[in-house]
C-alpha cells in the first residue's frame, strides 16, 4: 500500500513510518522543511515537500496514495489565533481528505486523544465504543481540538472514507521522547526539589510506548472497519501517585501531594493543574480483540527505570 504520513518527524510519526515500511508499505512523508526532508528520508520513505496549511496540496498528496495516516498539528496557529483556531485549521484539514479520498473506501487514520472531555463522568473505564464528548473551559487546550478533529474523521466514514481515529493517551514513552508530559514532570521535579501530585494521587492515567503505538496505526490503516476509534493503551491506567513516586525514586526525591486547594493557584504545577488532575480509566478490549492488537514493549513504570529519561549528570 502507498500510505502519505504527515507529521512524520515528531515523536510518534518515525515508528510509524519505520512499523509501515517494515510491513512492505510504501511510505511517502510530507515534509514542509530540508531538515524535515532530510529526516524522513533517512527513515527510508519517500518525500512529498508540502506543508498541512495548503489543503490544495494535501488533497493531491491524499489522492496520489493508497491510505493516509496523519499525526501532524497546527499547533503553530496557537501564538496567533488560540485553541480556537487550532480546531478550525485542523476541522478543515480532515475535511480535505474527505474530498480527496470520498467513494473510494481508502482508510484515513487519525489521532485522537484518550483524554476526550467527559469520560471522567463515566463511572467506568471508557471504551473505543464512547464518542468524543463536548468538554468546557477545564479542557481548553489540545484535548479538545483532538474533539473536534475525531468527530470530523468519524463522521468521513458516512461518504466512504475508511476513516479511523487511533485515541492516543496522555504519555506517549520512548527512548526519543524528548518534550512529552514525562521530561516535563521531570523538569518541574528538579526545578521544585520534590515530585508532585494531586491530592492523593489515585487518578488514573493511561499510557504506551510509542512503538506499540505505531503497530496499531499500522492495523487500524490495514484492516480497520470505517467510522471506528481504537484505544493505543498499554492498560486502564497508572495512579498518578504511582508515576510521580518512580520519577522521585530515580531522582532522589520525594513525592508529595499537593492539596486540591491549592492545585490552581500559582505554585507546583502552574499550567500543569488542570490536567494532573484528569482521571482518565479507559479499556483497550475492543481493540486488542478487534485488531488484534497486543502491546508488546515495556510499561510506563519500567521504561522509567531503564534509565533513558534520567541521563547522567543531567
Known amino acids: 500500500m502507498r500510505v502519505l504520513v504527515t507529521g512524520g518527524t515528531g515523536h510518534i510519526g518515525p515508528y510509524i513510518i519505520r512499523e509501515l515500511i517494515a510491513a512492505g508499505h510504501e ?9 524535515a526532508a532530510a529526516a524522513v528520508s533517512a527513515l527510508g ?14 488533497k493531491e498528496a491524499a489522492a496520489d496514495s493508497d491510505g493516509v495516516i496523519h499525526v501532524a498539528h497546527r499547533q503553530d496557529l496557537l501564538p496567533s489565533g488560540g485553541i480556537d483556531a487550532v480546531a478550525a485549521a485542523e476541522r478543515q484539514i480532515m475535511l480535505a481528505y474527505g474530498e480527496a479520498l470520498a467513494g473510494t473506501g481508502k482508510p484515513l487514520v487519525a489521532s485522537g486523544s484518550i483524554g476526550s472531555p467527559g469520560w471522567e463522568n463515566l463511572g467506568r473505564p471508557a471504551t473505543e465504543d464512547d464518542p468524543a464528548l463536548p468538554g468546557g473551559d477545564k479542557y481548553k487546550g ?44 521531570i523538569g518541574l521535579a528538579k526545578e521544585k526539589g520534590v515530585i508532585g501530585y494531586p491530592g492523593d494521587g489515585a487518578n488514573l492515567w493511561p499510557a504506551v510506548h510509542s512503538r506499540d503505538l505505531a503497530s496499531l496505526f499500522r492495523l487500524a490503516l490495514e484492516k480497520c472497519p470505517a467510522g ?8 486502564e491506567g497508572i495512579r498518578f501517585r504511582e508515576i510521580a513516586e518512580a520519577i522521585g525514586s530515580r531522582l532522589g526525591l520525594p513525592a508529595v501531594s499537593i492539596p486540591a486547594d491549592v492545585l490552581m493557584l500559582p505554585g507546583y504545577f502552574g499550567f500543569l493543574a488542570n490536567l494532573v488532575t484528569l482521571d482518565l480509566p479507559a479499556s483497550n478490549l475492543i481493540t ?8 508488546a514493549q515495556p510499561s510506563l513504570l519500567a521504561d522509567l527505570d531503564n534509565g533513558h529519561y534520567f541521563p547522567a549528570g543531567r
Open 27 to 35: 511510505v511517502t512523508g510530507l515534509a514542509r522543511s530540508d531538515t
Open 45 to 58: 520513505a519517500k518525500v512529498r515537500r508540502g506543508d498541512i496549511s495548503d489543503l490544495d496540496g494535501l
Open 142 to 185: 489540545t484535548l479538545r481540538v483532538r474533539n473536534i478533529v475525531e468527530t470530523t474523521v468519524v463522521g468521513l466514514a458516512e461518504r466512504s472514507v475508511r476513516s479511523s481515529v487511533v485515541r492516543i493517551p496522555p504519555i506517549a514513552h520512548s527512548t526519543t521522547d524528548n518534550a512529552g508530559l514525562l521530561p516535563l514532570l
Open 228 to 235: 471506528k476509534s481504537w484505544h493505543g493503551i498499554e492498560g
Open 288 to 295: 486488542r480483540q478487534t485488531l488484534g492488537w497486543e502491546p
